[in-house]
Structures are given as C-alpha cells and as structure tokens.
C-alpha cells in the first residue's frame, strides 16, 4: 500500500513548526542505533507528527488505531534515538503478512533524521519480520516521483512490476508497484544478511 490514499489531510506551517520546536526541546547529541520496537496507541501521536510531514496525504489518527487494535495481519513499528524507551521517536513502519503474502504499507523518517540509514534499518527490520512470519514476497506501491524510497527497495532486491494510473488522488499521480520475491530462498536471505553486515559497518562509522 505505501500509502493507500485513505483521507487527505495537509501539514499547516504551524504544525510544522511545532514539530521542530519540539525535537529541539530534546537534549543535542548525535544519532545513535534505532531501538526498534512494536507501536503502541502511545506512539501514536509522535508517529503522527513525523506523517504529517513525510506525506501530502496523511493517514487520520484513527488509522493507526485501527491498525494496531483491530487488522490481526498488521506488524507496526517505531523507531527511536537516546533512550531505548524515552527517546524521539524518528522513524515509523508496518507491514501486512498474509500467509506467504506480504505488504509494505507505511515507512517514514522523520525528515531532520534522513539520510543518516534509520530508513534502511528500519525497512531490513520489516523484511526480517516478514521472513520470520512465513511471508515469500513482498509488495508496496510508491509514487512515481519518490526515486528516493525505490533506490531503498531496490537496494533491497525489490523491481517495478507494474504501475497503477492515477492512485494518488492528491495530485493523480501514478504509483508504481514494487516486488521482491523469494524472501526465504538462500539467494535472498544471503543478500539481506550482506546488507545487513554492510549496514552496520556504515552505522559504526558514519553516525
Ligand atoms: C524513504 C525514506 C524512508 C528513506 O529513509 P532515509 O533514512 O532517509 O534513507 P537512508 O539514509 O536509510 O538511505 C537508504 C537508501 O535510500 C536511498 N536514498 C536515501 N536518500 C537518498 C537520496 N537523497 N537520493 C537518492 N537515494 C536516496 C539510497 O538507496 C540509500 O542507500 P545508499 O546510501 O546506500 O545508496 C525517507 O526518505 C522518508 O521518510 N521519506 C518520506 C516518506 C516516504 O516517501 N516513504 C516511502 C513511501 S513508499
């Protein structure tokens, strides 16, 4: 789904600012690790102000609710900086996992934290998440445009397999299907652990 249009909801300079101010408000220090952990309803409302300024189509509040409460197939997770349990929370994720199916719906770094691999580490954790629940291939749809968010997947082994006209109904943009097969085969997992190792290194020396 990455990201389904489900309602419209657009950033005012106001929130905007008041995201900053409050990240600021945090003590100064360089990122560290991401302590990736499952999202709570708690969670909710930071993961809501990194939405608000990662897409022009925001995802309401009861979405996330619902999500996390009611769609059983639904595995959401936060990303936080400094304090394992305490610290900002800078990035978001989720996947569907339908038996051997599974679907990316959301990633999201907030965006004073991107470019510094809390996306990668983030996305190598929903993959392992998918592997370990049985899922085989993975789907996600982003927008034609975001060349950012495909260079992540397809580093990641994902490929276009299709495009879906018009599915964004904010500006009619087209959407391109992205897929990666075979999780579970050795050739994949091989290449997910060469990731993750070159991952790591990249994180002990450039953070
Ligand atoms: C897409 C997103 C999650 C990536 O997270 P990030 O933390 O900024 O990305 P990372 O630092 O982990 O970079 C990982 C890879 O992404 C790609 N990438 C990241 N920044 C890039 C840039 N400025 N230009 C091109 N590719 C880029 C690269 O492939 C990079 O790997 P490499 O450096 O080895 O080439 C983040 O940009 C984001 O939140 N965007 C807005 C929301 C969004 O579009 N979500 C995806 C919906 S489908």
Redesign the pocket.
């Known amino acids: 789904m990455?990201?389904a249009p489900i309602t419209v909801k657009r950033t005012t300079p106001n929130e905007r600012h008041s995201v900053r101010a409050d990240l600021e408000q945090r003590p100064p220090g360089q990122p560290q690790r991401l302590t990736i952990t499952r999202m709570t309803q708690a969670d909710i409302r930071p993961v809501m102000r990194i939405e608000a300024l990662?897409?022009t189509t925001s995802w309401p509040p009861s979405a996330f609710v619902s999500e996390l409460s009611d769609n059983k197939l639904a595995h959401y997770f936060i990303g936080r900086v400094g304090d394992p349990r305490t610290g900002n929370v800078v990035?978001y994720g989720g996947i569907w996992v339908i038996l051997e199916d599974s679907h990316?719906t959301?990633?999201?770094?907030h965006?004073d934290?991107?470019?510094?691999?809390?996306?990668?580490?983030?996305?190598v954790h929903l993959l392992n998440e998918a592997i370990e629940r049985g899922a085989s291939w993975i789907t996600?749809?982003?927008?034609e445009t975001?060349?950012?968010?495909q260079?992540?997947y397809?580093?990641y082994g994902f490929t276009i397999v299709s495009t879906r006209r018009a599915y964004y109904s904010d500006n009619g943009e087209n959407a391109v299907v992205m897929w990666a097969g075979h999780l579970r085969g050795d050739l994949y997992r091989n290449r997910l652990a060469t990731l993750s190792r070159e991952l790591d290194a990249?994180i002990e020396r450039d953070r």
């Open positions: 990455c990201r990662s897409f990035a990316i959301t990633i999201a770094v965006p934290f991107r470019g510094k691999r809390y996306g990668e580490e983030l996305l996600l749809e982003a927008r975001n060349v950012v968010a260079n992540l397809k580093k990249a």
